[in-house]
């Protein structure tokens, strides 16, 4: 059992080109996140998915996309990179809404944008 | 709105000293609060959570937390410190309720220091 599981784990970026983090989880969970960490300020949600085909905005969507095509994949898209896209990403997934539930997270992809 | 703060970027002990990282919180509605951990190039992983069951929580690695709603806060305890506690942690917020999804807001972290 994976888990969540995140590629690459370390990508470096020219400003503009364009790339997708993979997300996949094995646990067939419904709910799906993508945060960024960056230094002294935590992690902000930039995507989620309550299942296929239905995603939403979290906090800080600009500059990313996402799809949910398959219950176990959840990429984040970003389309023109841009120096503050630099960050250290993680995935996570849940079953359900109950706090029994525990969100699972991926072991990260630190991306750099030069 | 919900909103985390967690008081001191850094916090250093020494090893058998009592550990105390703070967390307040703001919710306007019941709170449901969580204690993360994250070891150098690791993912986060669940400490402990308070989902209005006890107030005093105990979780893993001997941490525990007190939900005190009338100080709103949520702060991270642990009696005597070991080498292997040093780590980032991450206090954080989720409303009860389905039209949340789960969505958690996450405090700034803090950075937990050991020493011999």
């Known amino acids: 059992n994976a888990g969540v599981t995140q590629t690459p784990k370390f990508r470096i970026l020219k400003i503009g080109q364009s790339m997708t983090l993979q997300c996949t989880q094995d646990?067939?969970?419904?709910?799906m996140y993508w945060y960024r960490q960056d230094p002294g300020m935590g992690l902000k949600l930039i995507y989620y998915?309550?299942?296929?085909?239905?995603?939403d905005k979290g906090e800080v969507p600009n500059g990313y996309n996402v799809s949910r095509s398959t219950t176990e994949d959840f990429p984040l898209r970003l389309e023109l990179a841009a120096p503050s896209q630099t960050s250290v990403y993680f995935c996570?997934?849940?079953?359900?809404?109950?706090?029994?539930?525990?969100?699972?997270f991926g072991a990260g992809s630190r991306l750099t944008v030069l | 709105a919900q909103s985390v703060t967690q008081l001191g970027s850094h916090v250093s002990v020494s090893e058998g000293a009592l550990v105390l990282l703070r967390c307040n919180y703001s919710?306007?509605?019941?709170?449901?609060l969580f204690w993360y951990v994250q070891y150098p190039n690791q993912g986060l992983q669940l400490l402990l959570k308070?989902?209005?069951?006890?107030?005093l929580v105990k979780g893993i690695n001997g941490f525990e937390a007190e939900f005190k709603k009338s100080e709103t806060s949520f702060h991270l305890t642990k009696p005597s410190a070991h080498m292997s506690d040093a780590a980032e942690y991450f206090c954080?917020?989720?409303?009860?309720?389905?039209?949340?999804?789960?969505?958690?807001?996450f405090g700034q972290g803090t950075i937990l220091t050991v020493h011999p």
């Open positions: 998915s309550v299942g296929a085909g239905i995603t």
């Open positions: 954080a917020v989720s409303e009860a309720g389905g039209t949340s999804y789960g969505k958690l807001t």
């Open positions: 919710s306007s509605v019941p709170p449901y």
């Open positions: 646990m067939n969970h419904n709910y």
């Open positions: 996570a997934s849940r079953q359900g809404l109950s706090w029994a539930n525990v969100l699972t």
């Open positions: 308070y989902t209005s069951a006890a107030t």
